[in-house]
């Protein structure tokens, strides 16, 4: 009996379905279908696969003219699921990235009030509308990216009431139709405020107020939370004490790890269990051993290395080790100001070794393992969410290969065109 749709996407020159199990006609590691077509119902992919095989798998006369979509010879790629972004947040530091790539020092910028402490001033000072309207217009760039899935940290509020209104903004955005998927987590423990800092037990208060009041107020609204464990942030005790809390509440766990150093912070994310941890640019050979054996994913965001000219995280040997890796563009006003995950995808193939096929992968598939929602996308195979990106070209190949450039022609959200 062939299936039911409402949708047919027709013409494909090249499907990347990253789902060479299970969709026919899917060959290599990335799934392609060559001459492919894709059917949907309500949103989810019903069958995909070579388009001379579509009229017996599906009921192609039941599609309306309207839902029936010409790919035009181009290729077709699973929307980009980027598992790690800070988009909320008020205020710009353009002025400082140019500073600190002219020389001026860490601490200098520091004692000039800028830094992370100068987007949680201007972010407590914005009201939610505004934050509301940043946020939406930073949302639909990464649409035009080709994004379909973005995680969204709070972290710049820093007390009860400005955190709660990051978590109001990303609930609306969510429920905004058109717009990505939207997966909240709560990162209270960013850095310490401001009007904590300069004495332990100004410290010590600030992660009891987190654990005690806002972990609370936030379960179940937050899917995860996150930790920036790392010198000058959270130590790996502090770190162990909120996320040991959080997943009591019900929480799924990140971490920020190893970025900066060696913190023992992958160690952690390795024995909390966490659904991924991300940087890992110090992590140990026997830490990458702890967190495949754990199941926990890499996250890497060379947009940070990038951005700050430092080396880039190794990517090699979290494969070495087994590891699950995901590509995130930890989208930020400090270290890393790009929606684009075409340029993770660059960045990941010229300076980090890896294989187009890998980068590919990781910014799709390894983003969903990243996110817990692998059931749901990352790939275009039949029971997932029809998210997608239609390239202006034939070949997904000119990723990486033409860079700097916006690749994307189209990008669909659950079967409708949002960007
Ligand atoms: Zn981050």
Redesign the pocket.
């Known amino acids: 009996m062939p299936l039911a749709a409402d949708r047919l996407l027709l013409n494909i020159s090249r499907l990347v379905t990253l789902a060479p199990g299970s969709v026919m006609g899917a060959a290599g590691p990335l799934g392609v279908v060559e001459r492919g077509a894709l059917a949907a119902r309500g949103g989810r992919v019903v069958w995909a696969g070579p388009e001379a095989a579509l009229a017996d798998a599906v009921d192609v006369a039941s599609v309306p003219a309207d839902g029936r979509v010409d790919a035009g010879g181009r290729a077709v790629i699973p929307g980009f699921v980027d598992a ?1 972004t ?1 988009f909320v947040f008020a205020g710009d530091r353009a002025e400082e990235f140019h500073l600190r790539h002219a020389g001026v020092s860490y601490e200098e910028l520091a004692r000039q009030g800028r830094g992370i402490l100068s987007t949680v001033r201007a972010t407590r000072a914005a009201s939610a509308a505004e934050l509301r309207g940043l946020g939406e217009a930073r949302l639909r760039s990464f649409l035009a990216h080709g994004t379909t899935t973005v995680e969204g ?1 709070t972290g710049y509020g820093l007390d009860l009431e400005s955190e709660a209104r990051l978590l109001d903004v990303m609930e609306s955005l969510a429920t905004t139709p058109g717009l990505p998927r939207v997966v909240p987590t709560f990162l209270g423990a960013h850095t310490i405020p401001p009007e904590r800092r300069g004495s332990p037990e100004g410290r010590a208060a600030y992660v009891d107020e987190v654990c005690e009041r806002m972990l609370p107020a936030f379960a179940g609204r937050a899917r995860f939370c996150d930790v920036f464990c790392e010198a000058g942030a959270f130590t790996v005790e502090e770190s162990r004490r909120i996320l040991t809390r959080a997943r009591e509440l019900g929480y799924l766990l990140k971490l ?1 790890a190893s970025q900066l150093g060696p913190s023992g912070g992958t160690a952690l994310a390795a024995e909390l269990g966490a659904t991924s941890a ?1 940087h890992l640019d110090y992590a140990s050979d026997a830490e990458l051993d702890a967190l495949a054996a754990a199941g926990v994913t890499g996250a890497l965001l060379p947009g940070c290395s990038f951005t700050l000219s430092i080396p880039y995280p190794p990517a090699r040997r979290l494969y070495d080790h087994g590891l699950r890796v995901a590509l995130a563009t ?1 989208f ?1 006003p400090g270290t890393s100001y790009s929606e684009n995950m075409q340029m993770m995808i660059a960045l990941a193939v010229s300076a980090m070794g890896m294989t187009l096929a890998e980068a590919l992968a990781a910014a799709t598939l390894g983003g969903a393992h990243a996110l817990g929602l692998v059931d749901e996308v990352g790939s275009l195979e039949p029971g997932k969410s029809c998210d997608l990106a239609i390239l202006n070209g034939p070949d997904e190949r000119a990723l990486a290969y033409h860079f700097g450039v916006n690749l994307v022609a189209q990008t669909w959200v659950a079967g409708q065109r949002a960007g």
Request: charged share 45%.
């Open positions: 790690h800070h940290k920020h991300d930890d930020n």
